[in-house]
């Protein structure tokens, strides 16, 4: 759980045609694929009720047998998602790039890694997935670039280049002819020791907020905004289907370039970090208050584009750490002024604790406190330990996957999961530092073991590189043990699998119309164990939801708080091997077990 945990550190900020699909003895409503995507854009955008599916093309499907995903190989496995119930796929980020941070240092904004594919493979990427209804979103790094992109060698080359401006730049603290002094303030990268690189030939230090390799970029000059709305449109032409904003609450640094504060234990100390450097609260070079007329440029260019021949419009998603639910509200902007239609409510995602209260409170503050706006619910990506590890004990690490798809599903709002979540794929770090790729890694080893365990290639099938390459290849990370059990081949096999809780949730988010479109409200609200809702549009009909986050049985009565009483009770999906409950006054739920069902 790494990133989380660095992100509370220095931010302070976390105090279908498809045959009917049979769960536990349940069968989910049949729909037909075409119609219940052109439902779901009826009077409501597509992305108010998507389910997004993020991709690590270097981890997906290898095609050429050279070990590292790519392009092609996604293409391959487009059947593949539409059956999953994918509305759009995020690709991590594919443009050229030295892959310090395998691909978030950019050397080239408009073209394609030789890695992963040609921009001719994207294009055919783009139309078999809309042939699938299914979007393409880009990743969008607009904080730094890689420091071998040619505007960052330019700007490096001399003070009176055209592109110094580009970038960050400031002399040492007490710098003189002969001596660069001190860097210029405390602010620290996040991934480790000071945010300021000296440079020799020019004698200044550049700020990277990420790696050295990652200068960023000075967003108060007017030619970077230009250049960036030049790219964004390069891949609306293109036809993608909008883009994930990368790091963007820390586009601005504090002009006056305060000191960050230095954090504080339970008893007023401070401490120091996995990377050994004192914790700072990076108040002064993230989310200031200039990326929003930024994401008003953004989303007016985008908003001249149509949607390419998709119902609908384009979209715009944020990573957005922020320390409340009134900073997210921010993030969508007003009517006048849009912003993102999605900023990721990591609010709730990253609890990373199964603590019913807490959900409850971070669920009903995405449901009241932000506006008429849609909720972005996320639970796991490639900076964070996976779910097992987050969220699991153990033991029921299956049955808990399936409370927090439940939650991730069933939930207002749209959904987005990382690829290998839908089969359970579990966290496998390096074992010894010398096998680590990610550079985080190898600076906070062995506190900080770095991405590289979240990353592991997809797990298609019980074969000797799990259908990722060929038998013979050499991954680029290896293939964990556990995948002679964990994968897609075996789990579309089993009727009571993850991966057919998953199917059936994305089925039932698109079809029933309470799930699709029902206001959300929290019933049972003193009870510490169960996690229970209901959800309901305007008919005679609501769903409830209720989902046990103990290993002990439970039972419920949901009775009571509800709106209207109810006369009949028909399950919609249960745990495997659940009774169906009689009435709503009594229902009972095995160890960590759910039960969704439709009330008239
Ligand atoms: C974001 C990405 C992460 C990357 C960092 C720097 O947090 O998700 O993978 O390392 O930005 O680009």
Redesign the pocket.
């Known amino acids: 759980m790494h990133w989380t945990k660095h992100i509370a550190t220095c931010a302070a900020a976390l105090l279908i045609g498809v045959a009917p699909f049979a769960v536990g003895g349940q069968t989910t409503p049949t729909t037909h694929m075409s119609k219940m995507k052109a439902a779901s854009a009826n009077g409501k955008d597509w992305w108010q009720n998507a389910v997004i599916y993020e991709i690590y093309p270097r981890s997906f499907q290898d095609s050429n047998g050279d070990g590292i995903g790519d392009l092609n190989g996604i293409t391959k496995r487009l059947d593949y998602l539409r059956d999953l119930g994918v509305d759009a796929v995020w690709l991590?980020p594919i443009y050229p790039s030295p892959q310090v941070?395998f691909g978030?240092d950019i050397s080239d904004y408009q073209n394609i890694d030789p890695q992963y594919g040609t921009l001719a493979d994207f294009d055919k990427l783009v139309s078999e997935a809309k042939k699938r209804h299914i979007r393409v979103v880009m990743d969008m790094?607009m904080?730094?670039s890689s420091d071998k992109h040619k505007w960052f060698l330019e700007s490096r080359s001399s003070r009176t280049n055209p592109y110094r401006d580009w970038y960050v730049w400031q002399d040492g603290k007490g710098q003189t002819e002969t001596s660069k002094g001190e860097v210029p303030n405390n602010w620290q990268s996040?991934f480790g020791h000071s945010a300021w690189e000296w440079d020799e030939k020019t004698r200044q230090y550049y700020y990277h907020k990420?790696y050295i390799q990652?200068p960023d970029f000075n967003w108060d000059n007017p030619k970077v905004h230009d250049a960036f709305k030049d790219i964004i449109k390069f891949w609306l032409n293109r036809g993608v289907g909008g883009f994930r904003f990368?790091?963007i609450t820390t586009l601005y640094e504090d002009p006056n370039l305060i000191d960050d504060d230095v954090m504080k234990d339970k008893d007023g100390k401070s401490f120091t970090n996995a990377y050994g450097d004192i914790a700072l609260n990076d108040t002064r070079t993230n989310n200031l208050p200039g990326v929003h007329p930024v994401m008003q440029e953004v989303r007016a260019t985008m908003d001249t584009f149509g949607a390419n021949g998709f119902p609908g419009t384009r979209v715009l998603i944020g990573?957005t750490y922020l320390p409340n639910v009134a900073e997210l509200a921010k993030q969508y902007g007003t009517s006048d002024k849009p912003e993102f239609q999605l900023p990721m409510d990591t609010q709730v995602g990253f609890i990373n604790k199964l603590d019913v209260a807490a959900f409850r409170a971070k669920l009903t503050d995405a449901e009241t406190q932000l506006g008429s706006n849609t909720p972005l619910f996320v639970f796991d990506?490639?900076?964070n330990a996976r779910l097992d590890a987050r969220y699991g004990d153990g033991t029921h690490d299956t049955d808990i996957q399936r409370v927090i798809a439940t939650m991730l599903f069933a939930s207002r709002g749209t959904s987005l999961f990382y690829y290998g979540d839908e089969i359970g794929m579990k966290t496998t770090p390096p074992t010894r530092k010398e096998d680590v790729k990610d550079p985080v890694g190898l600076t906070g080893w062995p506190k900080d073991k770095g991405?590289d365990g979240e990353r592991t290639p997809m797990q298609w099938e019980a074969t000797a590189n799990a259908g990722f390459t060929t038998d013979t290849a050499k991954p680029w990370l290896p293939v964990p043990p556990s995948a002679s059990t964990i994968n897609v081949q075996a789990e579309k096999a089993d009727p009571n699998s993850l991966l057919a809780w998953y199917r059936s949730l994305t089925k039932l988010k698109k079809s029933n119309a309470d799930l699709a479109r029902g206001d959300e409200k929290m019933l049972d609200t003193d009870n510490s164990k169960v996690l229970s809702w209901e959800r309901h549009t305007s008919g005679t009909s609501r769903v409830v939801v209720a989902v046990n986050f103990t290993a002990e049985a439970q039972t419920v009565n949901l009775a009571g708080g509800a709106k209207m009483p109810a006369v009949h009770l028909q399950t919609l999906l249960k745990t495997p091997g659940a009774a169906d409950p009689a009435s709503l006054g009594a229902i009972r739920l095995g160890p960590y077990g759910v039960y969704i069902g439709e009330a008239k």
Do not use: K, T
């Open positions: 991590s941070d978030y790094v904080n730094h996040d990420f990652q990368d790091a990573e990506n490639h900076d991405r």
